[in-house]
T-cell receptor, first 113, second 116 residues
């Protein structure tokens, strides 16, 4: 089967740094994406890794190790508005027909004052 | 900034009734998707659509489901005879190009379907 594992919930305080891990097992792998979702609203794209290493976008960074089938999302200088669910997602095919995203179960991040 | 829109935001229906969920993808996008999310669970892929035909569908997308692009802007998901277990949030997504790994899928705000 295809599966992505991530912690169900994480709690941190304002200003802190938090890391959300994701391990995956999929039939194909064409990149790991991270999405943020507030209160069941639209998943919003945060970051993408196709190759090993760290990608930085402002306060958010994402890391990928394809040999370990592992990635993480790093959130720095946490703010209250970062309280949300975070999903990792793998794209499992790459052709001109598109490619679906396979999502993890999501990690609920609670930021405390 | 362009965005995916969906209507209605909330649909309540009786079991066995037909529902049509509507989406307007971002205008220059060519690839369209439907996903669903049962309350408290992960987002699940239903179907992808390109060049006026289904390119991939999941096991969830059985004969009760259909998709259509009736004109140049709308993309619809029809459920012919709803079941209680169809109650979920349905998200439409679109992407500009599908053949490159860096292509990003943009999600709409969702339609919450409640089947009674």
């Amino acid at each position: 089967g295809q599966s992505l594992e991530q912690p169900s919930e994480v709690t941190a305080v304002e200003g802190a740094i938090v890391q959300i891990n994701c391990t995956y097992q999929t039939s194909g792998f064409y990149g790991l994406s991270w999405y943020q979702q507030h209160d069941g609203g639209a998943p919003t794209f945060l970051s993408y890794n196709a190759l090993d290493g760290l990608e930085e976008t402002g306060r958010f960074s994402s890391f990928l190790s394809r040999s370990d089938s592992y990635g993480y999302l790093l959130l720095q200088e946490l703010q209250m508005k970062d309280s949300a669910s975070y999903f990792c997602a793998v794209r499992d095919r790459l052709d001109n027909q598109g490619g679906k995203l396979i999502f993890g179960q999501g990690t609920e991040l609670s930021v405390k004052p | 900034e362009p965005e995916v829109t969906q209507t209605p935001s909330h649909q309540v229906t009786q079991m066995g009734q037909e529902v049509i969920l509507r989406c307007v993808p971002i205008s220059n996008h060519l690839y369209f998707y439907w996903y669903r999310q049962i309350l408290g669970q992960k987002v699940e892929f239903l179907v992808s659509f390109y060049n006026n035909e289904i390119s991939e569908k999941s096991e969830i997308f059985d004969d009760q489901f259909s998709v259509e692009r009736p004109d140049g802007s709308n993309f619809t998901l029809k459920i012919r005879s709803t079941k209680l277990e169809d109650s979920a949030m349905y998200f439409c997504a679109s992407s500009e190009v599908g053949g490159i790994s860096t292509d990003t899928q943009y999600f709409g705000p969702g339609t919450r379907l409640t089947v009674l």
